[in-house]
């Protein structure tokens, strides 16, 4: 299984365990903000914005709330400047991290980033380091238990989608950045629930994680996707399936 995959399911099951609605909210609402500042406040012509809202829209963020960081980020209200940053770096085994950061502070965000790296077993290395490794994609992955597989292959195929994967558990479909949202909206029609659907970094391979370096690869994880600072992460570590249960 990817490792995207892998965290993916982690965060899917930690989510119902302990959703941090509160944070998953202030990082939708910066990145609506900042999509709105650099591409303005038209969702239709603003391919970054509009998938800030329906990411939004997915974790049922009321409307006012996404209408006012449209409305910080064109500056017809006051709001906070957030200057985009991209980190890379190696968590334990040798495994690659990329994170991408959204923040007022960029003293302040690397110091603590490179510190939860370190704090966890990796360290924060140099830019251009691991973000070869990395092809930015769209990614939507289902519960194999929830969808027809022939029924999901014709819909994503015909609308565009460069490959559909399979394990155990899951139904892996694979897009161009620019054609996810045609892909999602064919299979929205399946009316299927879905376990992941953004435009991601998925990793060309895998670093396989075992034992106390694959707890503190999730701990690892964690950790940065609970800094404020820090809007998405993405690893290539493979990380065993019973770790997911307990992450």
Known sequence: MSGHNKWASIKHKKGA??????KIFTKLIKEITVAARMGGGDPDGNPRLRAAVLAARAENMPKDNIERGIKKG????EGVSYE?????GYGPGGA???VESLSDN???SVAEIRHIFTKNGGNLGTGGCVAWMFKKKGYIAIDRKAVDEEKLMEKALEAGAEDVR????TFEVITAP?????VKTAIDTLEVPYISTEVTMLPQNTTSLTGKEAEQMVRLMD???DCDDVQKVYTNADIPDELVGRA
């Open 96 to 98: 690659a991290v990329l």
């Open 17 to 22: 365990n302990d959703a941090k609605r509160g």
């Open 74 to 77: 064109t500056g017809e209200l």
């Open 166 to 169: 399979e394990d155990e558990v």
């Open 106 to 108: 960029k003293n302040r």
């Open 178 to 182: 620019e054609d996810f949202e045609a």
């Open 223 to 225: 950790m940065l996707e």
């Open 84 to 88: 985009e940053s991209l980190y890379e």
